[in-house]
């Protein structure tokens, strides 16, 4: 059975950093694509960040460019989103989601095979 456990969340403030983990099981965490989504209250999900299989790609969303970074650790089967300078607009639930998948699609909701159960950030101004 496939699991994806996100930790790492809470309560900032702006400006502050923190760093999300996601640890996997139940399946073969090398052939992966692993990303991050977000979805605040209200709102769609939405993509933030995904790193290809073997790590030597990373994309990321506009509005956390240049302070988030995604990094995984095929041996620890971990990945991990570092957040920096963080802002109110960044609250939400994050969520870890695992594809079979390489490229512009891993900034698709539908790539994903695989999906966390979130962790909840929030940011106070």
């Known amino acids: 059975q496939v699991q994806l456990v996100e930790s790492g969340g809470g309560l900032v403030q702006a400006g502050d950093s923190l760093r999300l983990s996601c640890a996997a099981s139940?399946?073969?965490?090398?052939?992966?694509?692993t990303g991050w989504f977000r979805q605040a209250t209200g709102k769609g999900r939405e993509f933030v960040a995904a790193i290809s299989w073997k790590g030597g790609s990373t994309y990321y969303a506009d509005p956390v460019k240049d302070r988030f970074t995604i990094s995984k650790d095929n041996a620890k089967i971990m990945v991990y989103l570092q957040m920096i300078n963080l802002k109110p607009e960044d609250t939400a639930v994050y969520y870890c989601?695992?594809?079979?998948?390489?490229?512009?699609?891993?900034?698709?909701?539908?790539?994903?095979?695989?999906w966390g159960q979130g962790t909840q950030v929030t940011v106070s101004s």
């Open positions: 989601a695992a594809a079979l998948a390489t490229g512009w699609e891993l900034g698709q909701l539908y790539t994903y095979n695989y």
């Open positions: 139940g399946l073969t965490f090398t052939r992966y694509s």
